[in-house]
Nanobody, 127 residues
Framework: QVQLVESGGGLVQAGGSLRLSCAAS????????MGWFRQAPGKEREFVAT????????YYADSVKGRFTISRDNAKNTTYLQMNSLKPEDTAVYYC????????????????????WGQGTQVTVSS
């Protein structure tokens, strides 16, 4: 079992930045692909970013490309999402997720592929 806890959410003005963290316990993250997803009120959960076990491969949703950066520190069992140039449409609950993988360079944007999820952290961007 892997337990994931997100932190770092909050209220920020448009154009501002936040860094989300996802701390894992229970097992080392060095065998898990990590992803970030978000869900805005009245909308379905959507993919934001994913990173391979190696950290060398990343993939982003078009809506956040160039503004968000996903990274990971396997030694600290933590994954991060640096969010810059935030927009009101980025307002959502952000979730991190972990997928067991034997592929060092594998990643996935499909929420159905992930095995474990955190409880989420609220990000609100005011205009």
């Amino acid at each position: 079992q892997v337990q994931l806890v997100e932190s770092g959410g909050g209220l920020v003005q448009a154009g501002g930045s936040l860094r989300l963290s996802c701390a894992a316990s229970g097992r080392t993250l060095s065998t898990y692909v990590m992803g970030w997803f978000r869900q805005a009120p009245g909308k379905e959960r959507e993919f934001v970013a994913t990173i391979s076990i190696s950290g060398g491969r990343t993939y982003y949703a078009d809506s956040v490309k160039g503004r968000f950066t996903i990274s990971r520190d396997n030694a600290k069992n933590t994954t991060y999402l640096q969010m810059n140039s935030l927009k009101p449409e980025d307002t959502a609950v952000y979730y991190c997720a972990a997928k067991y993988s034997r592929g060092y360079y594998y990643y996935t944007s499909s929420s159905a592929q992930y095995d474990y999820w955190g409880q989420g952290t609220q990000v609100t961007v005011s205009s």
